[in-house]
């Protein structure tokens, strides 16, 4: 696992969606207990932002309905096993129709190769 070296806040009245750079794609982040994702093609990103502001990426996947590849009871398990010194945040970058799932794949792989989230596919 990698942390993100970088600090992630709520919005100013704590219930907006952050825009938070991971790579070189803008996730809209919020706390996973304030998500309420449209169904729509996306690549989404799990993290886990401790007190201090540090923030691990616990998991990356690509669907094209974002709740469809989130909504997973052993991947929750996963998150909370290990994000347990920090919230757990959800992240989502829409992709519009343009891009394919080879596209959304594609994203997810180069995600996983740079930050090694412990939770989701390998």
Same mark, same amino acid.
């Given at each position: 696992?990698?942390?993100?070296? =970088?600090?992630?806040?709520?919005? %100013? ?22 998500? =309420?994702?449209?169904? %729509?093609?996306?690549?989404?990103? *799990?993290?886990?932002?401790? &007190? ?6 616990? +998991? *990356?996947?690509? =669907?094209?309905? =974002?709740?469809?590849?989130? +909504?997973?009871? +052993? ?16 992240? *989502?970058? &829409? ?11 594609? *994203? ?8 090694? &989230?412990?939770?989701?596919? &390998?």
């Amino acid at each position: 696992m990698k942390a993100l070296g =970088s600090k992630i806040y709520r919005g %100013t009245c704590g219930h907006l969606p952050t825009d938070v750079p991971i790579g070189a794609y803008t996730f809209k982040c919020v706390p996973l207990s304030e998500a =309420s994702f449209i169904d %729509t093609g996306a690549v989404y990103i *799990v993290l886990s932002v401790a &007190p201090s502001g540090e923030t691990i990426v616990l +998991d *990356v996947g690509h =669907s094209g309905d =974002s709740w469809r590849g989130i +909504d997973v009871k +052993d991947r929750v398990k996963c998150w909370y096993k290990h994000g347990s010194k920090g919230a757990i945040w959800v992240g *989502v970058y &829409p992709t519009p129709s343009i891009y394919t799932a080879y596209e959304r794949l594609r *994203v997810e792989g180069e995600l996983r190769q740079t930050y090694q &989230p412990p939770c989701g596919r &390998p």
